[in-house]
């Protein structure tokens, strides 16, 4: 017990870029076994080689770095997480890669970039062009990639105000919680061992749980863990190309699309955000918010599509709009909360009324994107509220200018200095949405596809690039400088903005 302690406290003692590295390698046994039972023996060749050498190459590092004293400053497990986001896509990219030789390396790196950042967007329109494995690998890395989000936002992103947090916070963004008051700090190493201890069950228990709730309703074993896993990361990988290229059904979706409101908000999950205060989830601006545009935007839909279809001759089948409007309700769901699964009724919604319902809804939804905490991209719903309340403020001081805001402390801050940093992130995304489109434009992409193309990176929802221009775009012939431009929007929407620059601020690295 002694020796099992003393090696786990020297294992925890390791660098956070270091122990991630560890764990990628590790996961790749997972889809060699796979592949060694369906007897895709070099596949899983490929996989066992590349994870024992990572395994190998961890153990010498760890054992060479045994005895140091770690020093981590305040953006140390922030440039963890960056680093995390930039190096480990290459070292997944690697059974990749050996597993498709067809392919290139920065088309592998493109793809476990995409999964990781759990945007989605592959390279590959052909789902019959990768093995199963292949599916399960990049299903896989997309889920390990919302857990690391998921432990991230609460032990790195919340101690530094970033992430959403700041809009609540009473620090700057970029500053820890110590710097904004006197008790004791908890250092860095505690705070992502009590989210890994808090978190991960449950994030794992959800996954099973969904997956075996999707095996009964009629999906394939892989099928259902592939969009088990991609619900719970909302990443919107499918190993059948989407919903309607597998087992339809409206039972699916259904299950899904109730576990898709875990993005929605963290109090679906837990009470620990500074929201949790206002009397849980039926209160909670975001959860409110995140439901009325899932049940507005479907009627809006709904009623478009009613009035195209008045005017046309012929009968329409209860059947037939009821299942549009399902369409429309699982899919404004599925982007708004960023995974990207189409209804396999959304066409019915289309073709019912004759009407093609316009793609920038989608985008629109997708740049809201969910909640704080969340394996959610996007500017998330927080924000979003917190420029409301300043907006109605504002409007009720245009009647009352000397009236006094009755919202409490906490309301106050929301509508004054929350609303404010939430702007300035507003701006700075838009800047960054405008230099990826206008970078887009220069090394050929045609503008309409670079603003999908765009809006898809930023708010980590790749299957826009399907959907929302009036073609699917085919991102495998697009330029390697595109390709490159994409991967950098891609970290920079996973890891918002502000982070970026608290990474540059000289002055954070002396604390």
Known sequence: MRRQSYLRREMLQLPLFLLMFGLACASMFVPAGYALVI????????????????????????????????????????????????????????????????????????????????????????????????????????????MLMWVAAVAILAPLNLGGFEVTAQAEPGH???????????????????????????????TLFLWLLLIFTGQGALEALAHAMSVMATSGISATGGLDGGTGGILPEVIMAVFMLFALSRLTFSSDTVTSAQGGLRTDPEFRIGVAIVVSVPLILFLRHFLGAYDIPGDA????????????????????????????????????????????????????????????GGVKLLRVFALYRNGVREMQQLVHPHSVSGAGAAGRRLQSGGAFIAWVFFMLFALSFAAVT????????????????????????????????????????????????????????????LAIIALLTPDLWRA
Not at 41 to 46: D, L, R
Not at 89 to 103: D, G, I, Q, W, Y
Not at 329 to 348: A, C, K, P, Q
Request: glycine residues 10%; hydrophobic residues 50%; charged residues 10%.
């Open 39 to 146: 007897n895709a023996h070099s596949t899983a060749q490929a996989f066992f080689y590349a994870g024992t050498l990572g395994c190998i190459i961890f153990l010498l590092i760890g054992v060479a770095h045994a005895g140091r004293a770690p020093r981590y400053g305040t953006m140390g497990p922030l440039l963890s997480l960056f680093s995390a986001f930039v190096f480990l896509p290459a070292v997944l990219a690697v059974p990749f890669v050996e597993a498709l030789p067809t392919t290139r390396f920065a088309h592998a790196y493109f793809e476990m970039l995409s999964a990781l950042t759990t945007t989605g967007a592959t390279l590959f329109d052909d789902p019959n062009r990768l093995g199963n494995p292949l599916h399960l690998w990049r299903a896989q890395v997309g889920w390990m990639g919302g």
């Open 176 to 206: 820890s919680v110590q710097d904004a008051n006197t008790t004791a700090p908890v250092s860095a190493r505690q705070r992502i061992g009590r989210a890994v201890r808090t978190l991960v069950p449950l994030y794992a228990g959800l």
């Open 317 to 376: 089948p209860f059947a037939t709009a009821l299942a549009g409007l399902w369409g429309g309700l699982f899919t404004v769901i599925s982007f708004l909360s960023t995974t990207g699964f189409v209804s396999d009724y959304w066409t019915d919604a289309q073709s019912w009324s004759g009407l093609r319902t316009p793609g920038l809804i989608l985008m629109g939804l997708s740049l809201v994107g969910g909640g704080v905490a969340t394996t959610a």
């Open 438 to 497: 206008l970078a887009l434009a220069l090394v050929g992409v045609s503008f309409d596809n670079a603003l999908v193309l765009s809006i898809a990176t930023l708010s980590t929802t790749g299957p826009l690039t399907q959907v929302a221009a009036d073609a699917p775009i085919a991102l495998i012939e697009l330029s390697l400088g595109a390709k490159a431009i994409l991967c950098t929007a891609m970290v920079l929407g996973r890891l918002e903005t």
